[in-house]
Structures are given as structure tokens and as C-alpha cells.
T-cell receptor, first 113, second 113 residues
Framework: NAGVTQTPKFQVLKTGQSMTLQCAQDMNHEYMSWYRQDPGMGLRLIHYSVGAGITDQGEVPNGYNVSRSTTEDFPLRLLSAAPSQTSVYFC????????????FGSGTRLTVV | GENVEQHPSTLSVQEGDSAVIKCTYSDSASNYFPWYKQELGKRPQLIIDIRSNVGEKKDQRIAVTLNKTAKHFSLHITETQPEDSAVYFCAASKETSYDKVIFGPGTSLSVIP
């Protein structure tokens, strides 16, 4: 049981480049979310999904896209990277986010130059 | 939407003393309140949670209390130890809704030996 796996762990992008942050879980969790963590800002929700084929926006969705074609995978796409997207990104999953806590991935540290 | 505030932002205590972190939430429909601990450079991990039908919950040295009327909940850590030093996040969500989990901005706790 690997839990929640995020790749890559570190990434440096140039402004305007695009990339996909990968997230996979093997716990058959329905709920998955992407958060970004910035100093003093806590964990801010980017997008979330309550099951395959269903996604919705969080607090800070601009500049990011998601899709959920399978229960296991929830990739986050940066369309055109900007320095303001420099952050640590966490993927998280839960069996039932209203009753159980999240299991977090190990994070992706992204720097946009 | 839901808004979660957390105080204090930083907290420093002597080893053996107690620490209290307080959170308030805005959406009266929220009824599940988890707490996460994040050690430096690591992922957040669930440490305790409370649901709206419970006023207090304890797990060894940590406890959470909930006041639904006032819309606030608190984390209490007794007999603090250096390994309690971390950032603590509170969160709020709805138990049965396909809804988002919103985090507070975090409290950095330092336990001084």
C-alpha cells in the first residue's frame, strides 16, 4: 500500500512553460484534492474531486486544470507557469472527507523562474 | 463559502507546559473538524478530529473541544515535548456534502527544552 504518490518531488519551470503534477492513490479513495502551501498562507485548495469524472474548483483555481478519469489518478496541470505559482503542492485523498481525514502525498516543490 | 481562522499564528511554550490553539469557522453547516500536524519538510498528518455531535475528544496528551454555538474549536496539548514542535492546521468540512475541506492558516508551535 503506497498511499498517495506524487511526482515529481522537485521541479523548476520557466515562465510560460506548462507541466503536469502527477498524483496517484491506491486506497480506493473517492475524494482527492490539490492544495498549495505558501509561507503564512496555510493550505489553500486549488481543485478537488469527489469521484471519477467529477471535479470542482477550490479557493485558488486560476491557472490550473484538473481531470479525474480514474479513481486512482488526479493530475494537476499548470497551463502557462507564472512566478506566482512558485509553491509546494500537496495532493490529498480521503475515503470520505466529511468523516475521515486526508492522507497527503509527500509534496512537489515547484519553482517558476 | 467556508472561512477558517486560526490563532495564534506562532506559539512558544516551555517543555512540560500546555499549548492551546483556537480556530473559528464561518459556515454553521460545517460539522467535521480535523487537526493536522506538519513537521518541518514533511507532509501534514491527521492527529485528531471531532464531529459536531461530540463536544470533546481526547487522545493521550491531545484533546479537541468544539463549541457549535460559537463556531469555534480548539486543540489542547498537555505536557508538551520537543517533538510536538511543528505547524498545526485546523480544518472544517461538511459531513455528508460533496464539499471542499478548508484549512486554517496554521500555528507554528515551538516547545523549548
Amino acid at each position: 500500500n503506497a498511499g498517495v504518490t506524487q511526482t515529481p518531488k522537485f521541479q523548476v519551470l520557466k515562465t510560460g512553460q506548462s507541466m503536469t503534477l502527477q498524483c496517484a492513490q491506491d486506497m480506493n479513495h473517492e475524494y482527492m484534492s490539490w492544495y498549495r502551501q505558501d509561507p503564512g498562507m496555510g493550505l489553500r485548495l486549488i481543485h478537488y474531486s469527489v469521484g471519477a469524472g467529477i471535479t470542482d474548483q477550490g479557493e485558488v483555481p486560476n491557472g490550473y486544470n484538473v481531470s479525474r478519469s480514474t479513481t486512482e489518478d488526479f493530475p494537476l496541470r499548470l497551463l502557462s507557469a507564472a512566478p506566482s505559482q512558485t509553491s509546494v503542492y500537496f495532493c490529498a485523498s480521503s475515503y470520505d472527507q466529511g468523516n475521515y481525514g486526508y492522507t497527503f502525498g509527500s509534496g512537489t516543490r515547484l519553482t517558476v523562474v | 463559502g467556508e472561512n477558517v481562522e486560526q490563532h495564534p499564528s506562532t506559539l512558544s511554550v516551555q517543555e512540560g507546559d500546555s499549548a492551546v490553539i483556537k480556530c473559528t469557522y464561518s459556515d454553521s453547516a460545517s460539522n467535521y473538524f480535523p487537526w493536522y500536524k506538519q513537521e518541518l519538510g514533511k507532509r501534514p498528518q491527521l492527529i485528531i478530529d471531532i464531529r459536531s455531535n461530540v463536544g470533546e475528544k481526547k487522545d493521550q496528551r491531545i484533546a479537541v473541544t468544539l463549541n457549535k454555538t460559537a463556531k469555534h474549536f480548539s486543540l489542547h496539548i498537555t505536557e508538551t515535548q520537543p517533538e510536538d514542535s511543528a505547524v498545526y492546521f485546523c480544518a472544517a468540512s461538511k459531513e455528508t456534502s460533496y464539499d471542499k475541506v478548508i484549512f486554517g492558516p496554521g500555528t507554528s508551535l515551538s516547545v523549548i527544552p
